[in-house]
């Protein structure tokens, strides 16, 4: 890639600077302007490659974090958190704390692209390390910021029994219980006229020929989410009161 451009080096520095990194570091800037290129911005010189080694180094970075914190702890229960800490709704809360869509370089059939915001922050979030990364070949450039965060993200996510993943934490009780999967059923809710696109979809959750919850969304991974929420809360109201 082509050396960067002294005004954008300025951006990059600001970002740096944000992050409490040395500008005197072993930052390397055509990596990290290339970690903050969309593909809609140039189509080969954008951060796809290095949002495949990002996704290899948020795992590590979250894993070891979890083992420092216990080393005797549940590889399940790791497992579990560390997936709801590295998913593109936690990165792009983390890139936006950060303030990353500012030095974010988007093509204009990407502006005003809402739909698609989430994914994008949390692509070009996992890129960023990856740049950090290969500056240094190791993680100095990086766990002095990113911990912090991940160590408030871990106790938001501890706060909620289910991990925020209901249809998980369901399938875990089940089946550590009785050896046995919980069943959806879902159907859409239509009138006549309606569009495809305003379709609305019921899930029922069941178990052992029991209706445990139900639960509407604009999708049926949606409604099964949300009958798997009203289950798995109900099962825990269920064993408060024993």
């Known amino acids: 890639m082509a050396d ?38 140039h189509p080969t010189d954008n951060y796809e490659q290095l949002e495949f080694i ?10 070891r974090l979890l083992w420092a914190e216990n080393h005797q702890g549940q590889v399940g229960e790791w497992s579990a958190i560390r997936a709801v800490l590295v998913s593109d709704r936690t990165l792009a809360e983390l890139a936006q704390s950060i303030g990353l869509e500012k030095f974010l370089r988007v ?16 692509d070009a979030f996992e890129a960023v ?17 990113l911990e912090p965060l991940f160590v408030r993200s871990i106790a938001k996510i501890r706060s909620d029994p289910a991990y925020q993943n209901y249809k998980a934490a369901l399938q875990q009780w089940t089946q550590l219980h009785y050896q046995q999967l919980p069943e959806y059923r879902v159907q859409s809710l239509s009138s006549p006229g309606q569009s495809s696109a ?4 019921q899930a029922e959750v069941w178990f052992q020929d029991r209706c445990l919850g139900q639960g509407q969304g ?8 949300a009958a ?9 109201h269920e064993q408060s009161e024993r």
Do not use: M
């Not at 390390?129 to 910021?145: H, K, R, V």
């Not at 798997?228 to 825990?236: D, G, H, P, R, S």
């Open 4 to 41: 960067v451009f002294p005004p954008r080096t300025s951006q990059l520095q600001r970002l740096v600077a944000r992050l409490g990194i040395s500008e005197q570091g072993p930052v390397r800037w055509d990596l990290l302007d290339l970690a903050l290129t969309h593909p809609s911005a």
């Open 54 to 63: 990002g996704d290899a180094v948020v795992r590590l970075v979250a894993s």
């Open 107 to 122: 093509g204009s059939s990407a502006v005003g692209d809402r739909k698609g915001e989430t994914s994008r922050l949390a």
């Open 129 to 145: 390390l990856a740049a950090l990364f290969l500056s240094s070949q190791t993680l100095e450039l990086i766990l002095p910021w």
């Open 198 to 201: 305003d379709l609305t979809f």
């Open 218 to 225: 604009h999708s049926r991974k949606a409604a099964e989410k």
């Open 228 to 236: 798997a929420k009203v289950a798995y809360e109900a099962i825990l």
